[in-house]
């Protein structure tokens, strides 16, 4: 799909809507419209035409990258003062804005700026339009997932006792830079032992010790896509607990991934996942949702919740990602990232070891 398609969509959207324009500020949905990065810039998307306000700094790189916009510097740095103007020349006076993406104090000053324009909030217009994926897109994150499984293979063959959390992760971001790989956009967690209790642990100094298990969950990035998969190795002899909570986990798993298709709503994938951990006595250790969408975001649009009320559709990327954590003991995810296809879905991390555990 290409530029111009996208911002015919999000028109299509405004008319829809009963709005003249949109203001859009999330740069990650200025680079999906224009093509242009989005930083330090303001969006103005029109029936009458598109302009990309930003300052002196972008002016020669988004005068080359921005697709279907006139790319505006005002003297004052004042971009809304700019998109404001356009407004008033082309007589659009019902503008949407991004109110998700924009502070009270920036609101406060635009509604004073815009006195006689009609400012509507809107939310997640362009992210809706990203949750279904066009083909470049797809093939992009799929060399992204392509990336991450060798990010992962390598990480849990340099596993040992004795090296700490923090070592094993700048060993993985050196291993990503000597390889050309793109970092995710998130940090490399690696917990060991009862630090992998916590969801989003950060990596300590602790030293991984022989008998204990350790989760890392990492990604890579291509041109500007994501990808995102966890996996729990047990170092050494797997113990009774560890292995049974394992199969808990990677059950719940497939039975997530095998009813992945178009039409399904995302809370009953989560509810087949969750249900079955709980039906094992572990759902109080459940802690977050079962996953979610991504893309040029780590975090997009579906999540894959028990409140979400999407349902999936043909060229989502999502991820599926169960996990139990017990604190002062430690915790179990498993999460890979998943494409919705015509009557399914394709798995874009199975290659990366899979396994629970690594003789030591």
């Known amino acids: ?9 999000l028109t299509r959207y405004l008319k829809n809507n009963g709005l003249g ?61 700019v998109v404001f103007d356009e407004c008033k020349k082309t007589a659009i006076n019902k503008i949407g804005f991004e109110s998700e993406h924009l502070s009270h104090q920036s609101y406060l000053r635009l509604k004073q700026l815009f006195k006689g324009k009609k400012l509507v909030p809107v939310v997640q217009a362009v992210e809706n339009l990203r949750a279904i994926k066009d083909r470049r897109e797809i093939s992009c994150i799929k060399k992204a997932c392509i990336d991450g499984e060798r990010l992962m293979n390598y990480a849990i063959k340099s596993l040992r006792p004795g090296i700490s ?12 830079l000597e390889k050309g790989i793109g970092p995710a956009g998130f940090d490399i967690i690696v917990a060991s032992g009862r630090n992998s209790s916590m969801p989003h642990a950060s990596s300590t100094d602790k030293l991984i010790r022989k008998n204990e298990a350790v989760t890392i ?14 996996r729990t190795i047990f170092l050494g002899k797997i113990n009774r ?22 039409g399904v709503y995302a809370k009953d994938i989560d509810a087949v996942s969750r249900q079955h951990i709980s039906g094992k006595g572990m759902g109080r250790f459940f802690l977050h949702s079962l996953g979610h969408g991504i ?32 604190p002062g003991w430690g915790g179990v995810r498993i999460e890979d990232t998943a494409l919705i296809t015509k009557k399914g879905c394709e798995v874009l991390t199975e ?3 899979k396994h629970a555990g690594r003789d030591q």
């Open 1 to 9: 799909m290409s530029y111009l398609e996208r911002q015919r969509k």
């Open 21 to 81: 324009a949109i203001l859009v500020k999330k740069k990650e949905n200025i680079s999906y419209l224009t093509g242009a990065r989005g930083d330090d810039s303001l969006l103005l998307v029109s029936r009458k035409g598109n302009i990309l306000a930003t300052d002196a700094r972008y002016e020669e790189e988004y005068e080359r990258s921005a697709k279907n916009c006139s790319v505006r510097i005002p003297k004052d740095r004042n971009l809304a003062g």
């Open 165 to 176: 959390e923090n070592r094993l992760k700048r060993m993985i971001e050196a291993y990503a």
């Open 217 to 230: 969950d990492l990604g890579a990035s291509y041109e500007g896509y994501n990808s995102d998969l966890t």
């Open 241 to 262: 607990k560890y292995s049974h909570i394992y199969e808990i986990v990677l059950a719940s798993q497939r039975m997530a991934i095998e009813i992945l298709r178009p």
């Open 295 to 326: 893309g040029r975001e780590t975090h997009e649009i579906p999540a894959i919740s028990q409140t979400s009320k999407m349902r999936l559709e043909q060229g989502m990327v999502i991820t599926i990602e169960p996990g139990i954590y017990v």
């Open 351 to 353: 290659r990366a070891i």
